[in-house]
Nanobody, 118 residues
Framework: QVQLVESGGGLVQAGGSLRLSCSASGSVVNINAMGWYRQAPGRQRELVAQ???????SYADSVKDRFTISRDNAKNTVYLQMSSLKPEDAAMYYC????????????WGQGTQVTVSS
């Protein structure tokens, strides 16, 4: 099992920045990719960014050049630096990890709310 604790959400004005953090505990040795998803009311959960254990990152087109994902493997923590925030970035943001040995599991955090005022 892996437990995920997110922090860093809040209210920010459009154009502002926020940094989300997600710390993993438990069976962390088998964590592979870590990432962030978001879900706005009435919309499907969507992938925002993901980063492999080796540091290869990928982003949704809507956040490229504005968001940066990073991870500290020693701390089992993934970060999402969000800049130039737009009202459409407002959502509940969920941390996600892919855990893999001979089989694969996905774990989710409880979510942290990001609100962007225009």
């Amino acid at each position: 099992q892996v437990q995920l604790v997110e922090s860093g959400g809040g209210l920010v004005q459009a154009g502002g920045s926020l940094r989300l953090s997600c710390s993993a505990s438990g069976s962390v040795v088998n964590i592979n990719a870590m990432g962030w998803y978001r879900q706005a009311p009435g919309r499907q959960r969507e992938l925002v960014a993901q980063i492999t254990r080796g540091g290869d990152a990928s982003y949704a087109d809507s956040v490229k050049d504005r968001f940066t994902i990073s991870r500290d493997n020693a701390k089992n923590t993934v970060y999402l630096q969000m800049s130039s925030l737009k009202p459409e970035d407002a959502a509940m943001y969920y941390c996600n990890v892919i855990w893999r040995t001979t089989y694969q599991r996905t774990f989710w955090g409880q979510g942290t709310q990001v609100t962007v005022s225009s």
